[in-house]
């Protein structure tokens, strides 16, 4: 059994009711519609609701994990109060339990951000729940990922920087739509957080030029679309990382085949998950470091004391190490 939150049947209570949650690996190209009516690129509140910033306070925004919350933050500055529904660095996303007070944050919420793709589920059951007329950015539907999926959506678009970007963009104009008067503000914090994800871009082509080709492992999807834009393959058998991902135990034969990636040679990097472990991933990263290859943790949400572009410097930058050293 694998050491994390998912075994649980963990439900939402809300108003007396309950929903079970959606795991990660469930998600399919259907992309996550917003509960609240609202679309990806959400559409400009009405002018009565743009009174919510400015001399009024600041913009209230819900995002479902800290991941988004701080690129909010990147880009509202102090006009933003920002509520991120998990930010225990030592949770496991797939798995939360909501509660009264998340339900409240969410319905008098002016902005919500999702990261959609089944990801995040819970948000579109509480959405539901309430009467919120507030514009919803789902990240994966601003990508535009699901359409263009061939076969299951992978939805863990934080490691996608072009989606990034566009989620930041959206944010920008969907502040400037409830706080006009500090539309110079948003315009200029997205601009900076473009460049900075501009410079994070072309440190990831220079892994790709010096490396593409280069054989790597997982243990879990999460890092994909950076190991991609990097030209490195991903050569860990599907039916591995599916069952991780799907919580299910990996067959013997599918362990072995993995394992003998590292005592092979044929990767020269791990990457795993290290917010959900269990003795198939554990044998994994042994295997790797009983051979001398390189093995680099993953992450769901943000590192402690660390912001979304920090914490993609370091992943970056140990990718390079990784797969150069």
């Known amino acids: 059994m694998r050491m994390n939150l998912r075994r649980a049947a963990v439900a939402i209570s809300v108003a007396g009711a309950a929903a079970v949650l959606v795991a990660c690996g469930s998600s399919t190209t259907a992309s996550t519609s917003s509960a609240a009516g609202t679309s990806a690129a959400a559409s400009a509140p009405d002018s009565s609701a743009a009174v919510s910033g400015g001399a009024s306070g600041p913009v209230s925004v819900v995002a479902s994990t800290n991941v988004w919350g701080d690129v909010v933050e990147q880009i509202g500055g102090d006009q933003v109060d920002v509520l991120a529904i998990i930010s225990d660095p030592s949770a496991d996303p797939h798995s939360y339990e909501a509660n009264a007070q998340t339900q409240l944050a969410l319905s008098k919420a002016d902005l919500v951000v999702e990261n959609g793709g089944g990801y995040d589920d819970f948000m579109d059951t509480m959405l539901a729940s309430t009467e919120s007329s507030a514009p919803v950015i789902n990240a994966v539907d601003v990508s535009g990922r699901a359409a263009a999926a061939d076969g299951e959506l992978n939805e863990h678009v934080w490691y996608d920087f072009p989606t990034v970007d566009k989620v930041a963009r959206e944010i920008a104009t969907q502040l400037t739509a409830l706080d006009p008067a500090n539309e110079a503000e948003f315009t200029a914090n997205a601009k900076t957080f473009s460049g900075q994800l501009a410079a994070l871009t072309t440190k990831v082509q220079a892994v790709k030029a010096a490396h593409a080709g280069a054989g790597v492992a997982i243990t879990e999807p999460v890092p994909l679309y950076l190991l991609d834009a990097a030209g490195l393959e991903n050569l860990t058998p599907d039916e591995f990382s599916e069952a991780i991902e799907q919580d299910t135990d990996v067959p013997p034969a599918v362990q072995q085949e993995t394992l003998a990636l590292f005592t092979d040679k044929k ?20 295997a790797a470091k009983s051979n001398s290859i390189a093995f680099v943790p993953v992450r769901e949400t943000l590192p402690e004391g660390q912001d979304y572009l920090t914490w993609m410097q370091a992943d970056v930058t140990a990718m390079a190490q990784a797969v150069g050293g």
């Open 267 to 286: 990767v020269v990097a791990l990457f795993y998950n290290e917010q959900t472990t269990g003795p198939q991933t554990e044998a994994v990263l042994d």
